[in-house]
């Protein structure tokens, strides 16, 4: 059965999926450019300084998790010639559109894309020296069984990335920023990509997602040590860190 679920009308973590899924297909043709935009590219330096922390791991495999369009897969084989990245997401239409507009060099044979679930990730156990989830942990249903498949993938020693929108505190910042947010993003996205929607819920969901703290701690709890967090840019988005 076809099911079409609104931003107001999610009771469940079911609903949530079939309402992510949907949005990111809808708006997947105009994902990268919008991203560009909206963030004045300051985005591509967020995931620069994301991959930057796993240069330990130059020739490890990386799974990019929620990997979307691809743009962090591309960093990591950007940043380390012998890398290979698994991009892991359950919206096809998102990684359709990165495989289309790959570059046209040797990367492509070290990116492979699934779809598959980040609560049930496809791959066996203890396969990667990285994992990387950028933008994707605040659009998972169920934070902690995310969390656990991440845990579960990584060999032991290796490192747990997550890049992710956080809310600037700085008094005269954060009033700036949330006028930007709730009143001129909405409009302008969704004048581009035709879906108002999916950019309300974008400002949504980072509103009611978790402290640095609250989600540091939960990523403790999942079993990772030597857990740090840096924030970025007044703290609109925050890098998430821990090893298995
Ligand atoms: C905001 S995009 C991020 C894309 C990319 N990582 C980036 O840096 O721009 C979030 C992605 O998470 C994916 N996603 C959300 N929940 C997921 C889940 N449970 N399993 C796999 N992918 C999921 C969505 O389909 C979407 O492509």
Same mark, same amino acid.
């Given at each position: 059965?076809?099911?079409?679920?609104t931003?107001?009308?999610?009771?469940s973590?079911?609903?949530?999926?079939i309402?992510?899924?949907?949005k990111?297909?809808?708006?997947s043709?105009?994902?990268d450019?919008?991203?560009s935009?909206?963030?004045?590219?300051?985005d @591509?330096?967020?995931?620069?300084?994301?991959?930057r922390?796993?240069?330990?791991?130059p020739?490890?495999s990386?799974l990019?998790?929620?990997?979307g369009?691809?743009p962090?897969?591309?960093?990591?084989t950007?940043q380390?010639?012998?890398?290979?990245?698994?991009a892991?997401?359950?919206?096809e239409d998102?990684?359709?559109?990165?495989?289309?507009?790959?570059p046209?060099?040797?990367r492509?044979?070290r990116?492979g894309?699934?779809?598959? /679930?980040?609560?049930e990730?496809?791959?066996a156990?203890?396969?990667?020296w990285?994992?990387t989830v950028a933008?994707g942990?605040r659009?998972?249903?169920?934070?902690?069984?995310?969390?656990?498949? @991440?845990y579960?993938?990584?060999?032991p020693g290796?490192?747990?990335?997550?890049?992710?929108?956080?809310?600037?505190?700085?008094t005269f910042?954060?009033p700036?920023?949330?006028?930007?947010?709730?009143?001129?993003?909405?409009?302008?996205?969704?004048?581009v990509s035709? /879906?108002?929607?999916a950019y309300?819920?974008?400002a949504?969901?980072?509103a009611e997602?978790?402290e640095p703290?609250e989600?540091?701690?939960m990523?403790?709890e999942?079993?990772?040590?030597d857990q740090y967090c840096r924030p970025?840019t007044?703290?609109?988005?925050?890098?998430y860190?821990?090893i298995?």
């Amino acid at each position: 059965m076809v099911m079409s679920v609104t931003v107001e009308k999610i009771k469940s973590a079911e609903e949530k999926k079939i309402f992510v899924r949907d949005k990111f297909a809808a708006i997947s043709n105009k994902y990268d450019f919008l991203n560009s935009l909206l963030s004045l590219k300051v985005d @591509m330096y967020w995931r620069w300084v994301t991959t930057r922390q796993l240069k330990e791991f130059p020739d490890g495999s990386v799974l990019d998790l929620c990997a979307g369009t691809l743009p962090l897969s591309l960093e990591l084989t950007r940043q380390a010639k012998k890398r290979t990245v698994v991009a892991v997401d359950f919206c096809e239409d998102m990684l359709r559109s990165g495989l289309k507009t790959l570059p046209d060099d040797e990367r492509r044979n070290r990116i492979g894309a699934v779809c598959g /679930d980040g609560e049930e990730i496809p791959v066996a156990s203890g396969k990667f020296w990285g994992v990387t989830v950028a933008f994707g942990v605040r659009n998972l249903a169920n934070t902690e069984k995310g969390l656990a498949e @991440m845990y579960r993938v990584l060999k032991p020693g290796g490192k747990l990335l997550i890049l992710e929108f956080s809310r600037p505190r700085n008094t005269f910042f954060k009033p700036i920023y949330n006028f930007y947010l709730n009143r001129i993003l909405p409009k302008v996205a969704g004048l581009v990509s035709g /879906d108002k929607e999916a950019y309300e819920y974008l400002a949504r969901s980072i509103a009611e997602f978790y402290e640095p703290e609250e989600l540091q701690a939960m990523i403790r709890e999942a079993g990772f040590s030597d857990q740090y967090c840096r924030p970025l840019t007044m703290g609109i988005v925050t890098v998430y860190v821990g090893i298995k």
